[in-house]
């Protein structure tokens, strides 16, 4: 397996799949890598020469941001947003849809499970009312 800046990218995957295994690395960004460093971008990542991954990792220390420092940086900017108070802080620290969508019906990811409202008290009620 090849290893990117302590990333193992899959040695059978083409090298414009296999770069996106790296967090902040899409396909366009790694299509675009392998045209700026005129590398096959068809080529299997395990026939990646030594100094091609040379290439590759100083690009990528040099013009992109990415794994950790992209994670804080991500962070760092939802905790400014949350501290400002401005709408989407707001949504983030309730745990909401921060884009506009709906909430009414699905936002089921960032809302969690259904919490139904009126079961336990129906439940004791139908409990109570049981002649035993």
């Known amino acids: 397996?090849?290893?990117?800046?302590?990333?193992?990218?899959?040695d059978n995957k083409?090298?414009?799949?296999?770069?996106?295994?790296?967090?902040g690395i899409g396909r366009t960004t790694a299509a675009?890598?392998?045209?700026?460093?005129?590398?096959d971008h068809?080529?299997?990542?395990?026939?990646?020469?030594?100094?091609?991954?040379?290439?590759?990792?100083?690009?990528l220390q040099d013009d992109y941001t990415i794994e950790g420092e992209l994670k804080r940086?991500?962070?760092?900017?939802?905790?400014?947003?949350?501290?400002?108070?401005?709408?989407?802080?707001?949504?983030?620290r309730r745990g909401l849809p921060v884009k506009g969508q709906r909430t009414k019906t699905n936002?089921?990811?960032?809302k969690g499970a259904k919490r139904t409202v009126?079961?336990?008290r129906d439940r004791a009620a139908r409990k109570m009312s049981k002649p035993d």
Do not use: F, W
Not at 14 to 23: C, E, G, K, Q, V
Not at 107 to 110: D, V
């Open 73 to 92: 940086s991500v962070q760092q900017n939802i905790k400014r947003l949350a501290a400002i108070k401005c709408y989407r802080g707001i949504r983030h």
């Open 14 to 23: 083409r090298l414009d799949i296999a770069l996106t295994y790296i967090y």
């Open 32 to 39: 675009e890598m392998c045209k700026k460093l005129k590398i």
């Open 42 to 59: 068809s080529l299997k990542a395990r026939d990646l020469t030594p100094k091609q991954i040379t290439i590759i990792t100083k690009l």
């Open 118 to 120: 009126g079961a336990i």
């Open 107 to 110: 936002a089921r990811t960032r």
């Open 1 to 10: 397996m090849a290893r990117i800046l302590g990333i193992d990218i899959p």
